[in-house]
């Protein structure tokens, strides 16, 4: 029985919470855009990038909060081209999403080199915003989630921010009942005047923004500098995260966290030899318990009615 | 015209051919080269170090050499072969994923001597192939010595270290070379302390490092002190979780302590460089042998432990002494470092 009390630590949570912050951002991501009626499978690649360019920022400026705008401006940018792509092109919106995560991998690589002459990882931040660890007055007392939620740093903070303030939105602004109407019924909202491509674009950037903040917390707050392929499939978690929290900004942040809850668990059971079996089933568990998650709500989980479909506007104006 | 144009083709043709001769002919030092893998120069790891190898013989007048960088795994076959042709009598390739494509190319140019950087060939191996491997384990071993000091004894040593006679190590995968530094690391630190209790995370991946820190700070939960990285892109996770959450870590493979140079005690290295110099120069003496696995270690000068840098003067003159005195036993042979987790009554 103390293995399991040296396991469940508050330290785990606090660590869960960590874990599953970039998830946070790009799960977020997913909901904005895919309830606008784009399926978006590239926040993997806009989070690389975003990681990149906020590493770049923070370097090049010595001050982390650059960073993070540095990171939200490319996150923006680069998925102006998704947008452009999926939109106006009318690509097919999974391949556009693959052709930004293959892009994104070459474009990362490439810099790397032009802006630091290296691989593997770029120069380190002089100041990182790790320094800029708080405790929320009062909130951080509260027994075992106090200081996993509440004293942690800025990024964290604002992923949860992030969920309410998207939540929020989503249901009581005029932007996210556009957005919300665009992916369930866009050809409505094209009668009322509204156009349909202004509320993608608007979606996928604000998705690109999100994402991008992703990748900053993983190369300016979590670590010193940019690695290669340093989002490891987070994007794709977020997907699912997406899927299990049936496509809503609430559901969606505790489907990542549960999914750092166990990736943070299984790394720490490994640790403890608690029991005695190969490593790799310690590493499957979380990607097992994200499939049993999805597999057993999405009978409940309704996707937006119109997502993925390409929409083409009667006599378009625009 | 039609008949100028063939006189002028052919013409051009025998000069050319006539210009290549020569070209060979003028071309009396050896030549040799090397492929890089996807990864490409400026990893600061092995393609830089295979490649800081062969300029130190170009730079010494024995060889010209010459580099091609690979962009995607489909180039290894076409640059092995390619520098074949282009005249190299050596080609190193470089990199575990490159086995097959190197025993493909050295199957078609059999004239040219191959080296495969991070192989071992089970079974029949073309004669003129030449396997490069490292006992990892050797390098292992010394870090462990020192790990294995500084988190007990000297442990005042430090305001980084604890009482609590725990270390750790980070791993990527299971790999062969992987287990081997492992192997060692234990062995190492238990020649220290038979009871020195390590712990492990293996985090599956070489390249994220967000979870290489997360494994290091849920070992640095459970008490230790000093944890080893093996695990590529993954381990500078680990040297941020020593930055963050103040305690040691040991790099890999090169000397890392420039990624935190307050946090990073020593690194466990296997020289590159040296074994493709050794190897290089054996193919201007004239007494390569191809068709073997080469596995390299102290004995030849091609392993060792990064130095301490800033931590130079707290590390004792105890461990320095037990660490010069271990490198004498290995190369000797006097000791046997274990190279696999089940020699030490472990599982990965």
């Known amino acids: 029985m103390s293995l399991f009390s040296s396991l469940l630590t508050p330290q785990l949570l606090e660590a869960a919470v960590r874990l599953s912050t970039p998830v946070t951002f790009a799960t977020l991501a997913a909901v904005v855009c895919e309830r606008s009626g784009v399926t978006n499978i590239a926040m993997e690649g806009v989070m690389l990038v975003g990681a990149f360019f906020a590493a770049w920022a923070g370097w090049i400026t010595g001050s982390p909060w650059i960073g993070v705008l540095g990171g939200m401006a490319a996150g923006a940018l680069f998925s102006l081209l998704f947008a452009w792509a999926a939109v106006s092109l009318h690509i097919n919106h999974v391949v556009a999403g693959a052709i930004m995560n293959i892009l994104s991998f070459g474009l990362t690589r490439y810099l790397m080199m032009v802006i630091y002459g290296r691989q593997g990882s770029s120069l380190a931040l002089a100041h990182t915003l790790q320094e800029y660890k708080f405790a929320v007055p009062g909130l951080s007392l509260i027994p075992y989630i106090g200081p996993a939620f509440f004293n942690q740093t800025p990024l964290v903070y604002l992923s949860m921010i992030s969920v309410i303030v998207l939540a929020w939105v989503l249901k009581r602004t005029r932007l996210g009942l556009s957005i919300a109407a665009s992916g369930e019924h866009p050809m409505a909202l094209e009668t009322l005047g509204r156009s349909v491509v202004k509320i993608r674009y608007t979606a996928i950037v604000l998705s690109g923004v999100l994402c991008g903040l992703g990748g900053a917390f993983l190369s300016i707050e979590n670590s010193d500098s940019f690695t290669e392929g340093m989002s490891g499939g987070r994007g794709f978690i977020a997907l699912a995260a997406n899927i299990a929290g049936g496509w809503t900004s609430g559901g969606g942040f505790l489907a990542s966290l549960f999914f750092g809850f166990v990736d943070a668990l299984q790394l720490r059971a490994q640790s403890l030899g608690i029991i005695r079996i190969p490593a790799e089933i310690f590493l499957a568990f979380p990607y097992v318990a994200t499939i049993i998650a999805v597999a057993g709500l999405v009978k409940r989980s309704r996707p937006p009615a119109a997502v993925g479909k390409d929409f083409k506007a009667e006599g378009g104006d625009e | ?348």
């Open chain 2, 1 to 348: 015209m039609k008949r100028f144009i063939i006189t002028f083709l052919a013409l051009a043709l025998v000069l050319g051919v006539g210009g290549i001769a020569q070209n060979a002919a003028a071309q009396a030092k050896p030549y040799v080269a090397m492929t890089t893998d996807t990864n490409g120069l400026g990893d600061g790891s092995f393609n830089d170090g295979v490649w800081a190898g062969l300029t130190r013989a170009q730079n010494e007048g024995l060889v010209k050499a010459k580099v091609l960088e690979a962009h995607a795994m489909t180039d290894y076959v076409p640059n092995l072969s390619g520098l074949a042709e282009d005249g190299a009598q050596l080609v190193f390739g470089v990199g575990f994923l490159m086995v097959d494509q190197i025993q493909e190319a050295a199957k078609a140019n059999p004239k040219t001597f191959y080296a495969g950087i991070d192989h071992y060939y089970d079974g029949a191996i073309p004669p003129n192939l030449i396997g490069v491997s490292w006992r990892e384990q050797e390098a292992g071993y010394l870090a462990g010595i020192v790990a294995g000091y500084m988190t007990q004894k000297y442990h005042k040593s430090s305001p980084l270290l604890n009482d609590k006679n725990v270390i750790g190590a980070v791993l990527g995968m299971a790999i062969p070379p992987v287990e081997r530094y492992f192997a060692g690391f234990v062995a190492g630190a238990r020649s220290v302390d038979p009871k020195v209790d390590v712990r492990y995370i293996v985090t599956g991946t070489f390249g994220d490092r967000a979870k290489g820190k997360e494994a290091a700070l849920a070992l640095a939960d459970q008490g230790a002190d000093i944890v080893i990285q093996l695990a590529g892109l993954t381990g500078m996770g680990v040297i941020d979780a020593a930055r963050e959450r103040h305690f040691f870590a040991i790099g890999a493979d090169v000397d890392q302590n420039a990624a935190a140079p307050d946090y990073v005690l020593t690194s466990a290295m296997k020289g590159t460089t040296m074994s493709a110099y050794i190897l290089t120069k054996e193919l201007v003496a004239g007494n390569i042998k191809g068709g073997v696995n080469r596995v390299f270690g102290l004995a030849e000068g091609a392993i060792d432990i990064a130095p301490f840098h800033q931590f130079d003067s707290i590390v004792p003159q105890e461990v320095k002494s037990a660490v010069t005195k271990a490198k004498a036993d290995i190369a000797s042979g006097k000791i046997k470092v274990p190279s696999t987790v089940a020699e030490l009554g472990l599982k990965l």
